[in-house]
Protein backbone atom coordinates (compact mmCIF):
# COMPACT_ATOMS: atom_id res chain seq x y z
CA UNK A 1 0.00 0.00 0.00
CA UNK A 2 2.73 2.26 0.46
CA UNK A 3 4.52 1.96 -2.24
CA UNK A 4 1.60 2.64 -4.17
CA UNK A 5 0.94 5.93 -1.93
CA UNK A 6 4.33 6.98 -2.61
CA UNK A 7 4.19 6.17 -6.61
CA UNK A 8 1.03 8.93 -6.70
CA UNK A 9 2.66 11.11 -4.77
CA UNK A 10 5.78 11.52 -6.86
CA UNK A 11 3.85 11.49 -9.85
CA UNK A 12 2.08 14.42 -8.58
CA UNK A 13 5.39 16.74 -7.92
CA UNK A 14 6.63 15.75 -11.16
CA UNK A 15 3.33 16.60 -13.15
CA UNK A 16 2.89 19.85 -11.60
CA UNK A 17 6.78 20.74 -12.68
CA UNK A 18 6.32 19.73 -16.05
CA UNK A 19 3.25 22.12 -16.37
CA UNK A 20 5.62 24.82 -16.31
CA UNK A 21 7.61 23.73 -19.40
CA UNK A 22 5.04 22.18 -21.76
CA UNK A 23 1.23 22.80 -20.17
CA UNK A 24 0.19 19.87 -22.60
CA UNK A 25 3.02 17.59 -21.23
CA UNK A 26 1.42 16.07 -18.08
CA UNK A 27 -0.85 14.95 -19.88
CA UNK A 28 0.46 13.03 -22.37
CA UNK A 29 2.62 11.54 -19.93
CA UNK A 30 -0.48 10.38 -17.41
CA UNK A 31 -1.73 8.95 -20.55
CA UNK A 32 0.86 6.58 -20.93
CA UNK A 33 1.90 5.58 -17.38
CA UNK A 34 -1.97 4.50 -17.06
CA UNK A 35 -1.64 2.65 -19.99
CA UNK A 36 1.40 0.90 -18.62
CA UNK A 37 0.43 0.34 -14.92
CA UNK A 38 -2.09 -2.78 -15.55
CA UNK A 39 1.08 -4.30 -16.82
CA UNK A 40 3.10 -3.91 -14.00
CA UNK A 41 4.69 -6.51 -11.91
CA UNK A 42 3.64 -7.93 -9.08
CA UNK A 43 6.51 -6.94 -6.04
CA UNK A 44 7.30 -10.55 -5.90
CA UNK A 45 8.26 -10.79 -9.64
CA UNK A 46 11.76 -11.98 -10.64
CA UNK A 47 11.22 -10.36 -13.79
CA UNK A 48 11.21 -6.12 -13.13
CA UNK A 49 9.27 -4.36 -15.40
CA UNK A 50 11.02 -2.32 -18.35
CA UNK A 51 11.60 1.52 -17.75
CA UNK A 52 8.89 3.53 -18.83
CA UNK A 53 11.07 5.96 -19.98
CA UNK A 54 12.46 4.13 -22.43
CA UNK A 55 10.07 2.13 -23.61
CA UNK A 56 8.21 5.39 -24.81
CA UNK A 57 11.05 6.93 -26.25
CA UNK A 58 11.88 3.05 -28.58
CA UNK A 59 8.43 2.36 -29.08
CA UNK A 60 7.56 5.81 -30.72
CA UNK A 61 10.93 5.98 -32.81
CA UNK A 62 9.29 3.06 -34.54
CA UNK A 63 6.55 4.87 -35.54
CA UNK A 64 8.58 8.19 -36.18
CA UNK A 65 10.98 6.42 -38.42
CA UNK A 66 9.84 6.17 -41.85
CA UNK A 67 10.82 6.25 -45.08
CA UNK A 68 11.92 9.33 -47.16
CA UNK A 69 9.73 9.70 -50.44
CA UNK A 70 12.93 10.18 -52.83
CA UNK A 71 15.80 7.79 -51.53
CA UNK A 72 19.21 7.61 -52.76
CA UNK A 73 19.81 4.58 -55.21
CA UNK A 74 23.69 5.02 -55.85
CA UNK A 75 26.33 6.27 -52.83
CA UNK A 76 30.01 6.95 -53.66
CA UNK A 77 32.21 7.03 -50.41
CA UNK A 78 35.69 8.12 -50.09
CA UNK A 79 38.43 7.94 -49.04
CA UNK A 80 39.91 6.53 -45.96
CA UNK A 81 39.69 2.95 -45.36
CA UNK A 82 41.90 0.32 -43.49
CA UNK A 83 41.67 -2.73 -40.90
CA UNK A 84 41.21 -1.63 -37.17
CA UNK A 85 42.34 -4.10 -34.34
CA UNK A 86 40.69 -3.86 -31.60
CA UNK A 87 41.84 -4.30 -28.47
CA UNK A 88 41.85 -3.45 -24.37
CA UNK A 89 44.04 -0.05 -24.21
CA UNK A 90 44.31 -0.25 -20.24
CA UNK A 91 45.91 -4.19 -21.42
CA UNK A 92 47.96 -3.64 -24.34
CA UNK A 93 49.35 -0.76 -22.31
CA UNK A 94 50.72 -2.98 -19.92
CA UNK A 95 51.57 -5.63 -22.44
CA UNK A 96 53.95 -2.82 -23.62
CA UNK A 97 55.62 -2.75 -19.96
CA UNK A 98 53.99 0.93 -19.43
CA UNK A 99 53.16 2.03 -16.58
CA UNK A 100 50.57 4.29 -15.56
CA UNK A 101 51.17 7.66 -15.03
CA UNK A 102 49.48 11.70 -15.56
CA UNK A 103 47.89 12.47 -18.83
CA UNK A 104 48.74 14.72 -21.38
CA UNK A 105 47.42 15.52 -25.19
CA UNK A 106 50.29 15.12 -28.24
CA UNK A 107 49.00 16.37 -31.26
CA UNK A 108 51.43 14.19 -32.69
CA UNK A 109 52.69 10.49 -30.83
CA UNK A 110 56.57 9.99 -31.27
CA UNK A 111 56.78 7.17 -28.88
CA UNK A 112 55.26 4.47 -26.49
CA UNK A 113 55.55 7.39 -23.61
CA UNK A 114 53.17 10.02 -25.65
CA UNK A 115 50.78 7.23 -26.42
CA UNK A 116 50.41 6.45 -22.63
CA UNK A 117 49.70 9.60 -21.81
CA UNK A 118 47.84 10.55 -24.59
CA UNK A 119 45.36 7.42 -23.72
CA UNK A 120 45.68 8.40 -20.08
CA UNK A 121 44.29 12.09 -20.79
CA UNK A 122 41.47 10.96 -23.00
CA UNK A 123 40.46 8.26 -20.78
CA UNK A 124 40.11 10.42 -17.87
CA UNK A 125 37.80 12.04 -20.02
CA UNK A 126 35.94 9.41 -21.57
CA UNK A 127 36.51 10.96 -24.99
CA UNK A 128 37.28 9.70 -28.15
CA UNK A 129 40.13 11.11 -30.17
CA UNK A 130 42.49 9.94 -32.56
CA UNK A 131 46.55 10.82 -33.17
CA UNK A 132 49.32 9.73 -35.92
CA UNK A 133 52.37 7.76 -34.73
CA UNK A 134 55.24 9.38 -36.66
CA UNK A 135 57.51 6.54 -36.12
CA UNK A 136 57.12 3.55 -37.95
CA UNK A 137 59.31 0.99 -36.62
CA UNK A 138 57.84 1.34 -33.18
CA UNK A 139 54.54 1.80 -34.36
CA UNK A 140 54.84 -1.72 -36.12
CA UNK A 141 56.33 -3.19 -32.93
CA UNK A 142 53.08 -1.98 -31.07
CA UNK A 143 50.81 -2.98 -33.69
CA UNK A 144 52.64 -6.82 -33.57
CA UNK A 145 51.78 -6.63 -30.07
CA UNK A 146 47.65 -5.52 -30.58
CA UNK A 147 47.46 -8.28 -33.08
CA UNK A 148 49.03 -10.87 -30.48
CA UNK A 149 46.83 -9.66 -27.28
CA UNK A 150 44.28 -12.05 -26.54
CA UNK A 151 41.00 -10.78 -27.82
CA UNK A 152 41.87 -9.00 -29.86
CA UNK A 153 39.93 -8.39 -33.04
CA UNK A 154 40.19 -7.62 -36.49
CA UNK A 155 37.31 -5.24 -38.54
CA UNK A 156 36.89 -3.10 -41.61
CA UNK A 157 38.01 0.03 -40.33
CA UNK A 158 38.36 4.05 -41.87
CA UNK A 159 35.33 6.26 -41.68
CA UNK A 160 34.67 6.24 -45.03
CA UNK A 161 34.80 1.94 -45.47
CA UNK A 162 32.46 1.88 -42.19
CA UNK A 163 29.99 4.18 -44.00
CA UNK A 164 29.98 2.63 -46.68
CA UNK A 165 29.63 -1.04 -44.62
CA UNK A 166 26.09 0.55 -42.55
CA UNK A 167 24.93 1.89 -46.14
CA UNK A 168 25.09 -1.52 -48.04
CA UNK A 169 23.19 -3.18 -45.56
CA UNK A 170 20.49 -1.46 -47.17
CA UNK A 171 20.37 -4.16 -50.26
CA UNK A 172 18.33 -1.58 -52.27
CA UNK A 173 21.52 0.78 -52.60
CA UNK A 174 24.58 0.42 -54.91
CA UNK A 175 27.76 1.75 -52.81
CA UNK A 176 31.14 2.83 -54.56
CA UNK A 177 33.66 2.42 -52.15
CA UNK A 178 37.24 4.28 -52.96
CA UNK A 179 40.04 4.45 -50.38
CA UNK A 180 43.29 2.38 -50.18
CA UNK A 181 42.00 -1.05 -49.90
CA UNK A 182 44.36 -3.84 -49.13
CA UNK A 183 43.84 -8.16 -49.68
CA UNK A 184 42.48 -8.14 -45.76
CA UNK A 185 39.92 -5.58 -46.00
CA UNK A 186 38.81 -6.21 -49.34
CA UNK A 187 37.80 -9.71 -48.22
CA UNK A 188 36.05 -8.04 -45.32
CA UNK A 189 33.68 -5.67 -47.31
CA UNK A 190 29.94 -6.24 -47.95
CA UNK A 191 29.61 -8.03 -51.50
CA UNK A 192 27.30 -5.09 -52.39
CA UNK A 193 30.23 -2.37 -52.44
CA UNK A 194 31.97 -1.32 -55.86
CA UNK A 195 35.87 -1.12 -55.11
CA UNK A 196 37.70 0.89 -58.10
CA UNK A 197 40.93 -1.74 -59.63
CA UNK A 198 43.08 1.84 -58.65
CA UNK A 199 41.71 1.37 -55.58
CA UNK A 200 43.20 -1.82 -54.72
CA UNK A 201 46.61 -2.12 -53.14
CA UNK A 202 49.16 -5.14 -52.19
CA UNK A 203 48.85 -4.45 -48.21
CA UNK A 204 46.33 -3.40 -46.03
CA UNK A 205 46.79 -0.36 -43.51
CA UNK A 206 46.63 -1.51 -39.94
CA UNK A 207 44.75 1.22 -37.24
CA UNK A 208 45.12 0.66 -34.10
CA UNK A 209 41.92 1.03 -31.75
CA UNK A 210 42.64 0.71 -27.77
CA UNK A 211 39.12 0.51 -25.95
CA UNK A 212 38.31 1.17 -22.38
CA UNK A 213 34.75 0.34 -20.25
CA UNK A 214 32.63 2.70 -18.39
CA UNK A 215 34.09 3.42 -14.83
CA UNK A 216 37.28 1.28 -16.26
CA UNK A 217 40.58 2.61 -13.89
CA UNK A 218 44.17 2.41 -14.92
CA UNK A 219 46.53 4.03 -12.00
CA UNK A 220 44.50 6.93 -10.55
CA UNK A 221 42.62 7.65 -14.12
CA UNK A 222 38.49 6.32 -14.46
CA UNK A 223 36.59 6.40 -17.56
CA UNK A 224 33.31 8.20 -16.82
CA UNK A 225 32.06 6.52 -19.97
CA UNK A 226 33.11 3.85 -22.46
CA UNK A 227 35.26 5.21 -25.69
CA UNK A 228 38.09 4.69 -27.18
CA UNK A 229 41.79 6.17 -28.58
CA UNK A 230 42.93 5.30 -32.24
CA UNK A 231 46.28 5.48 -33.45
CA UNK A 232 47.88 4.84 -36.63
CA UNK A 233 51.33 5.31 -39.62
CA UNK A 234 49.03 5.59 -42.48
CA UNK A 235 50.30 7.40 -44.84
CA UNK A 236 48.33 6.18 -47.54
CA UNK A 237 45.43 7.43 -45.76
CA UNK A 238 47.07 10.38 -44.36
CA UNK A 239 47.88 11.70 -47.35
CA UNK A 240 44.20 11.50 -48.98
CA UNK A 241 46.11 9.25 -52.06
CA UNK A 242 42.90 8.27 -53.53
CA UNK A 243 41.01 11.44 -53.49
CA UNK A 244 41.75 11.96 -57.19
CA UNK A 245 40.68 8.78 -58.14
CA UNK A 246 37.29 9.14 -55.78
CA UNK A 247 36.72 11.98 -58.00
CA UNK A 248 37.44 11.03 -61.65
CA UNK A 249 35.25 6.94 -60.47
CA UNK A 250 32.28 9.85 -59.83
CA UNK A 251 31.83 10.63 -63.74
CA UNK A 252 31.32 6.54 -64.65
CA UNK A 253 29.40 5.57 -61.38
CA UNK A 254 26.60 8.95 -61.65
CA UNK A 255 25.49 8.55 -57.45
CA UNK A 256 22.80 10.40 -56.30
CA UNK A 257 24.59 11.34 -53.20
CA UNK A 258 28.76 11.73 -52.51
CA UNK A 259 30.20 11.35 -48.79
CA UNK A 260 33.72 12.02 -48.07
CA UNK A 261 35.49 11.66 -44.96
CA UNK A 262 39.32 11.65 -44.08
CA UNK A 263 40.65 14.97 -44.23
CA UNK A 264 41.32 14.53 -40.53
CA UNK A 265 44.35 12.27 -41.61
CA UNK A 266 46.41 14.74 -43.51
CA UNK A 267 46.91 16.59 -40.07
CA UNK A 268 49.31 14.10 -38.90
CA UNK A 269 51.76 14.83 -41.59
CA UNK A 270 52.85 18.25 -41.06
CA UNK A 271 51.79 21.32 -41.79
CA UNK A 272 53.69 22.08 -45.37
CA UNK A 273 52.25 18.68 -46.84
CA UNK A 274 48.48 19.55 -45.29
CA UNK A 275 48.55 23.13 -47.18
CA UNK A 276 49.31 21.89 -50.34
CA UNK A 277 47.13 18.92 -50.19
CA UNK A 278 44.14 20.93 -48.98
CA UNK A 279 44.36 23.13 -51.70
CA UNK A 280 43.92 19.92 -53.89
CA UNK A 281 41.58 18.13 -52.14
CA UNK A 282 38.96 21.90 -52.49
CA UNK A 283 39.62 21.33 -56.63
CA UNK A 284 39.14 18.06 -56.30
CA UNK A 285 35.48 18.44 -54.65
CA UNK A 286 34.52 21.70 -56.45
CA UNK A 287 35.20 19.20 -59.48
CA UNK A 288 31.72 16.74 -58.12
CA UNK A 289 28.46 18.02 -60.16
CA UNK A 290 26.97 20.64 -58.44
CA UNK A 291 23.38 18.63 -58.24
CA UNK A 292 25.17 16.17 -56.70
CA UNK A 293 24.79 16.82 -52.68
CA UNK A 294 28.25 16.13 -50.87
CA UNK A 295 28.01 15.05 -47.10
CA UNK A 296 31.29 15.49 -45.39
CA UNK A 297 32.62 13.50 -41.95
CA UNK A 298 34.71 14.94 -39.86
CA UNK A 299 36.80 13.20 -36.71
CA UNK A 300 39.26 14.13 -34.28
CA UNK A 301 41.82 17.05 -34.69
CA UNK A 302 44.42 18.90 -32.92
CA UNK A 303 45.56 21.79 -34.90
CA UNK A 304 43.51 24.98 -35.06
CA UNK A 305 45.06 26.24 -38.06
CA UNK A 306 44.04 22.90 -39.90
CA UNK A 307 40.81 23.07 -38.58
CA UNK A 308 39.93 26.39 -38.93
CA UNK A 309 40.82 25.86 -43.14
CA UNK A 310 38.59 23.38 -43.40
CA UNK A 311 36.08 25.48 -41.57
CA UNK A 312 36.90 28.65 -44.25
CA UNK A 313 37.09 26.72 -47.49
CA UNK A 314 36.05 23.06 -47.46
CA UNK A 315 32.67 23.51 -45.38
CA UNK A 316 31.23 26.00 -47.59
CA UNK A 317 31.38 23.93 -50.62
CA UNK A 318 29.73 20.70 -49.15
CA UNK A 319 26.02 20.08 -48.51
CA UNK A 320 26.15 18.33 -45.29
CA UNK A 321 28.75 17.35 -42.45
CA UNK A 322 28.47 15.26 -39.60
CA UNK A 323 30.64 15.63 -36.11
CA UNK A 324 30.14 15.05 -32.31
CA UNK A 325 30.86 17.13 -29.38
CA UNK A 326 34.88 17.62 -29.38
CA UNK A 327 34.60 18.77 -33.05
CA UNK A 328 31.68 20.53 -32.55
CA UNK A 329 33.91 22.37 -29.52
CA UNK A 330 37.36 22.18 -31.77
CA UNK A 331 35.70 23.87 -34.73
CA UNK A 332 34.34 26.94 -32.42
CA UNK A 333 37.19 27.09 -30.63
CA UNK A 334 39.30 27.21 -34.38
CA UNK A 335 37.10 29.46 -35.98
CA UNK A 336 36.38 32.11 -33.13
CA UNK A 337 33.01 30.86 -32.74
CA UNK A 338 30.26 31.27 -29.69
CA UNK A 339 31.64 29.50 -26.69
CA UNK A 340 34.98 28.63 -28.11
CA UNK A 341 36.39 29.86 -24.39
CA UNK A 342 35.38 26.18 -23.11
CA UNK A 343 38.50 23.95 -22.76
CA UNK A 344 35.94 21.17 -22.54
CA UNK A 345 32.88 20.01 -22.30
CA UNK A 346 31.90 19.66 -18.38
CA UNK A 347 29.48 16.10 -18.80
CA UNK A 348 26.73 16.48 -21.10
CA UNK A 349 27.04 19.14 -23.37
CA UNK A 350 24.47 21.46 -23.02
CA UNK A 351 22.11 21.68 -25.21
CA UNK A 352 21.68 25.77 -25.73
CA UNK A 353 25.78 25.85 -26.72
CA UNK A 354 25.33 23.13 -28.86
CA UNK A 355 22.70 25.22 -30.74
CA UNK A 356 24.40 28.11 -30.85
CA UNK A 357 27.59 26.67 -32.53
CA UNK A 358 25.70 25.08 -35.03
CA UNK A 359 23.31 28.20 -36.10
CA UNK A 360 27.04 30.19 -35.98
CA UNK A 361 28.48 27.50 -38.34
CA UNK A 362 25.34 27.65 -40.56
CA UNK A 363 24.78 31.47 -40.62
CA UNK A 364 28.74 32.32 -40.81
CA UNK A 365 29.99 29.41 -43.18
CA UNK A 366 26.39 28.14 -44.79
CA UNK A 367 23.55 29.00 -46.28
CA UNK A 368 21.54 30.27 -43.15
CA UNK A 369 21.44 33.71 -45.13
CA UNK A 370 19.42 32.69 -48.48
CA UNK A 371 22.01 35.49 -50.57
CA UNK A 372 25.00 33.11 -49.45
CA UNK A 373 27.17 31.54 -52.20
CA UNK A 374 27.74 28.59 -49.28
CA UNK A 375 25.87 25.08 -49.96
CA UNK A 376 26.48 24.25 -46.32
CA UNK A 377 22.39 23.27 -45.15
CA UNK A 378 22.96 20.68 -42.75
CA UNK A 379 24.92 19.40 -39.64
CA UNK A 380 23.77 15.83 -37.97
CA UNK A 381 25.50 16.80 -34.51
CA UNK A 382 26.01 13.16 -32.13
CA UNK A 383 26.74 12.98 -28.38
CA UNK A 384 26.46 10.16 -26.01
CA UNK A 385 23.56 11.45 -24.61
CA UNK A 386 21.63 13.29 -27.51
CA UNK A 387 21.74 14.00 -31.18
CA UNK A 388 20.79 17.05 -33.08
CA UNK A 389 19.84 17.71 -36.72
CA UNK A 390 20.12 21.60 -37.49
CA UNK A 391 19.06 22.41 -41.42
CA UNK A 392 18.51 25.31 -43.53
CA UNK A 393 14.92 25.92 -43.94
CA UNK A 394 13.86 24.72 -47.77
CA UNK A 395 16.79 22.08 -48.61
CA UNK A 396 16.13 19.01 -46.60
CA UNK A 397 13.11 16.21 -45.67
CA UNK A 398 12.41 13.62 -43.49
CA UNK A 399 14.88 14.84 -40.69
CA UNK A 400 12.31 13.70 -37.77
CA UNK A 401 12.69 10.17 -39.05
CA UNK A 402 16.40 11.03 -39.97
CA UNK A 403 17.73 12.13 -36.45
CA UNK A 404 15.58 9.67 -34.61
CA UNK A 405 17.45 6.79 -37.01
CA UNK A 406 20.69 7.95 -36.23
CA UNK A 407 19.90 7.57 -31.96
CA UNK A 408 18.10 4.15 -32.74
CA UNK A 409 21.06 2.56 -34.62
CA UNK A 410 23.28 4.32 -31.27
CA UNK A 411 21.37 2.39 -28.96
CA UNK A 412 21.45 -0.87 -30.68
CA UNK A 413 24.40 -0.86 -32.39
CA UNK A 414 26.61 -0.19 -29.29
CA UNK A 415 25.00 -3.10 -27.75
CA UNK A 416 25.72 -5.38 -30.52
CA UNK A 417 22.01 -5.73 -31.43
CA UNK A 418 19.80 -5.42 -34.45
CA UNK A 419 17.54 -3.93 -32.68
CA UNK A 420 16.68 -1.68 -29.40
CA UNK A 421 16.63 -3.88 -26.53
CA UNK A 422 15.61 -1.68 -23.43
CA UNK A 423 16.43 -3.66 -20.39
CA UNK A 424 20.46 -2.97 -21.72
CA UNK A 425 19.80 0.76 -22.39
CA UNK A 426 19.09 3.74 -19.79
CA UNK A 427 18.15 7.56 -20.79
CA UNK A 428 20.77 10.25 -20.09
CA UNK A 429 19.27 12.99 -21.98
CA UNK A 430 18.22 16.34 -20.18
CA UNK A 431 14.58 16.24 -20.76
CA UNK A 432 14.34 19.98 -20.27
CA UNK A 433 16.39 22.47 -22.10
CA UNK A 434 16.68 26.06 -23.76
CA UNK A 435 17.57 26.69 -27.38
CA UNK A 436 20.36 29.23 -26.78
CA UNK A 437 22.53 29.37 -23.76
CA UNK A 438 21.78 33.03 -23.72
CA UNK A 439 18.91 35.27 -24.05
CA UNK A 440 16.12 35.63 -25.88
CA UNK A 441 15.77 31.99 -25.88
CA UNK A 442 12.83 29.02 -25.64
CA UNK A 443 12.24 26.64 -22.91
CA UNK A 444 12.11 23.25 -24.61
CA UNK A 445 11.17 19.88 -23.25
CA UNK A 446 11.85 16.46 -24.33
CA UNK A 447 8.41 14.24 -24.85
CA UNK A 448 8.80 10.34 -24.73
CA UNK A 449 5.59 9.45 -26.34
CA UNK A 450 7.14 11.90 -29.01
CA UNK A 451 10.55 11.89 -28.65
CA UNK A 452 12.08 14.56 -31.56
CA UNK A 453 11.46 17.94 -30.12
CA UNK A 454 11.39 20.90 -32.93
CA UNK A 455 12.44 24.53 -32.61
CA UNK A 456 13.40 27.24 -35.00
CA UNK A 457 16.01 30.14 -35.28
CA UNK A 458 16.08 32.50 -37.85
CA UNK A 459 15.28 29.68 -40.91
CA UNK A 460 17.51 26.99 -39.14
CA UNK A 461 15.31 24.19 -37.72
CA UNK A 462 16.88 22.05 -35.12
CA UNK A 463 15.73 18.63 -34.58
CA UNK A 464 16.85 16.79 -31.11
CA UNK A 465 15.91 12.82 -29.87
CA UNK A 466 17.70 11.68 -26.78
CA UNK A 467 20.24 8.47 -27.07
CA UNK A 468 18.88 5.42 -25.03
CA UNK A 469 22.43 5.04 -24.33
CA UNK A 470 23.90 1.32 -23.86
CA UNK A 471 25.10 0.23 -20.72
CA UNK A 472 27.27 -2.30 -21.06
CA UNK A 473 28.50 -1.60 -24.67
CA UNK A 474 30.64 -4.14 -26.85
CA UNK A 475 32.10 -1.81 -29.53
CA UNK A 476 31.83 2.20 -29.78
CA UNK A 477 34.54 2.12 -32.95
CA UNK A 478 32.22 3.21 -36.24
CA UNK A 479 29.57 4.69 -33.74
CA UNK A 480 29.69 7.72 -35.15
CA UNK A 481 30.14 6.86 -38.92
CA UNK A 482 26.67 4.34 -38.44
CA UNK A 483 24.67 7.46 -37.10
CA UNK A 484 25.39 9.41 -40.08
CA UNK A 485 24.84 6.73 -42.52
CA UNK A 486 22.00 5.88 -40.93
CA UNK A 487 20.63 9.88 -41.15
CA UNK A 488 21.61 9.65 -44.49
CA UNK A 489 19.40 7.28 -45.65
CA UNK A 490 16.37 8.44 -44.21
CA UNK A 491 17.30 11.92 -45.43
CA UNK A 492 16.13 13.46 -48.61
CA UNK A 493 16.87 16.63 -50.90
CA UNK A 494 14.11 18.70 -51.00
CA UNK A 495 13.42 19.46 -54.79
CA UNK A 496 14.36 23.39 -55.58
CA UNK A 497 11.69 25.06 -57.78
CA UNK A 498 12.62 25.63 -61.70
CA UNK A 499 13.98 29.46 -62.11
Not at 136 to 144: L, M
Not at 279 to 301: F, G, Q, T, Y
Not at 400 to 428: E, F
Amino acid sequence: MWRKAVLVALLALVTGYLYHTDPELPARMLNYISESLPQMEPSGSSEPRPPALEEAIARAWQTLITAPARRWARVAVGVNACVDVVVSGVGLLQALALEPGAGRDHEVLHSKEDLKEAFVHYMGKGAAAERFFSDEEVFQRIARAAAEYPGAQLYVGGNAALIGQKLASNPELVVLLCGPVGPKLHDMLDEQIVVPPESLQETDEFHLILEYKSGEQWGSSRAPQANRFILSHDVSNGEMSTLETFVASLEEFQPDLVVLSGLHMMEGMGRDLWEERLKEAVVAISDVRNEVPIHLELASMTDRDYMNRILQEVMPIVNSIGLNEQELLFLAQSGGGPHGDLTSWDGIPDVGRVSDILLWILERHGRADPESEADLTRIHFHTLAYHILATVDGHWGNQVAAVAAGARVASSQACGLQAVDITKVVLKAPLNFHSSFSEPRESLAVDPTRPVTVWRRGNVSFHLTPVLVCKQPLRTVGLGDAISAEGLVFSELTPRPEL
